[in-house]
């Protein structure tokens, strides 16, 4: 059986075009494959940090699914959500940028003010399309999951 390659010293120091081919080596050139990773889609309110540290403790670091992480975020602080979910699991924990590709194993967190989308494999970043107060990031994200 074909060993997939380690990409959890580096993986998220690449641009998303370089993502993208790590995750095909991984995958295969099968943009199926690709697709195929399985998402497990996480909302959570600013109180429910210590939930998703439990959570994460308890998630073992080779389930083969990707994490993503939405969370309702100060628009105007940077977020510590990827250092913080670092400390409870061994898994790579990474703010998503637009058109990241998905990869088993690791958590990727949504970055202040922005929606996510899960399409083609991958992540689709913008800006919220709500006005403050009525946006609701998860259900973006889960619309997103369950029409993939």
């Known amino acids: 059986m074909a060993r997939r390659p380690d990409m959890r010293n580096d993986f998220a120091s690449h641009p998303s075009s370089a993502r993208r ?18 998402v497990v889609g996480i909302g959570a309110s ?19 699914c990707a994490f993503v992480v939405v969370l309702h975020l100060d628009p105007k602080r940077e977020s510590e959500m990827a250092r913080i979910l670092s ?5 790579p924990v990474t703010q998503v940028k637009d058109g990241m590709a998905l990869a088993p194993d690791y958590v990727y967190v949504i970055a202040p003010d922005t929606d996510l989308k899960f399409t083609e494999g991958g992540l689709k970043v913008s800006r919220p399309s709500a006005p403050r107060g009525q946006r609701h990031p998860i259900d973006v994200l889960f619309a997103s999951i369950a029409t993939e």
Request: proline fraction near 7%; aromatic fraction near 4%; charged fraction near 15%.
């Open 46 to 64: 600013a109180g429910g940090i210590e939930a998703l540290g439990s959570f994460f403790d308890a998630m073992p670091a080779n389930s083969g």
């Open 87 to 91: 400390s409870h699991t061994k898994m």
């Open 21 to 38: 081919k790590r995750v095909n080596e991984m995958v295969g050139a099968d943009p199926i494959a690709a697709a195929a990773v399985p």
